[in-house]
């Protein structure tokens, strides 16, 4: 399986950026994608997760009401719409394809929940 993840950038507080990341490669038996990220010095942390089967998402409570995760037109993609975003919202993003969990519980968020991830893409808000 690759991730292709693509967006991120440098913005402002308050700004907004958009991430995409489609998966390519033996994705049939998926469940979903989301996002992880990193920030210096921190832990890997969750962020959102979006299922196939009913469209259900799931989101971190830091992003929640300012994040949204989509499919993207059908295909083993998904968006991630970050509006009003924080300072502490900078680090590393890394898309998951998630073939492991087919819930909707509290695994969502944990890594060890996801074997396929994506390279990272820089995401950076200034103050």
């Known amino acids: 399986v690759q991730l292709q993840a693509s967006g991120g950038g440098l913005v402002q507080a308050g700004g907004s950026l958009r991430l995409s990341c489609a998966a390519f490669g033996r994705t049939r038996n998926s469940y979903g994608m989301g996002w992880f990220r990193q920030a210096p010095g921190k832990e890997r942390e969750f962020v959102a997760h979006?299922?196939?089967?009913?469209?259900?998402?799931n989101y971190a409570a830091s992003v929640k009401g300012r994040f949204t995760i989509s499919r993207d037109n059908g295909r083993v993609a998904v968006i991630l719409q970050m509006n009003s975003l924080k300072p502490e919202d900078t680090g590393v993003y890394y898309c998951v394809l998630n073939t492991v969990y087919r819930g909707t519980g509290d695994a969502l968020a944990s890594r060890e929940s996801y074997n396929d991830w994506g390279q990272g893409t820089q995401v950076t808000v200034s103050s």
């Open positions: 979006y299922r196939w089967t009913d469209g259900s998402t």
